[in-house]
């Protein structure tokens, strides 16, 4: 049975967990997941594979609660993108984070938005390989 890989990305006030191989996971994994996530006040979204809680902590804190749980991973962190997330100052997700907009509204920025966020936009869409 494969390990989930989870990819962690710091954030200002929260941290985001990707976890890639989500498919290859036992429904038996999956719900362990899941009811870590539930517990912490977390939100797991099926759509891109992660999971974000709303709590300050460091990649050290989260590997050892993991490990602390008995939950079956491997755990790597995500340096890269590890900025303060950006918000949109815009439209009808004025507000959110650019990490939280759907696909179909990047793209759509892609083609159509040509302001001073555009780089935050552009370099978002290419994380997301769209």
């Known amino acids: 049975m494969p390990k989930a890989h989870l990819v962690f990305t710091k954030y200002a006030n929260s941290y985001r967990v990707d976890i890639p191989n ?14 870590f996530v539930l517990i912490r006040h977390g939100m797991f979204d099926f759509n891109t594979y992660s999971f974000k809680i709303q709590k300050n902590i460091e990649f050290e ?7 602390e ?5 491997e755990c790597g962190e ?13 439209g ?3 507000g959110m984070f650019v990490s939280d ?10 083609s159509n938005y040509h302001g001073e966020q555009k780089d935050i936009f552009l370099k978002e869409i290419k994380k997301r390989n769209l």
């Open 22 to 35: 989500l498919e290859e996971l036992s429904v038996e994994q999956i719900k362990e997941l899941q009811e």
């Open 61 to 67: 804190e989260f590997v050892k609660l993991v490990t």
């Open 69 to 73: 749980l008995n939950i079956e991973c």
């Open 78 to 90: 995500n340096i890269q993108y590890a900025q303060p997330a950006s918000r949109i100052s815009f």
């Open 92 to 94: 009808q997700y004025k």
């Open 101 to 110: 907009l759907p696909d179909s509204y990047l793209l759509w920025i892609k």
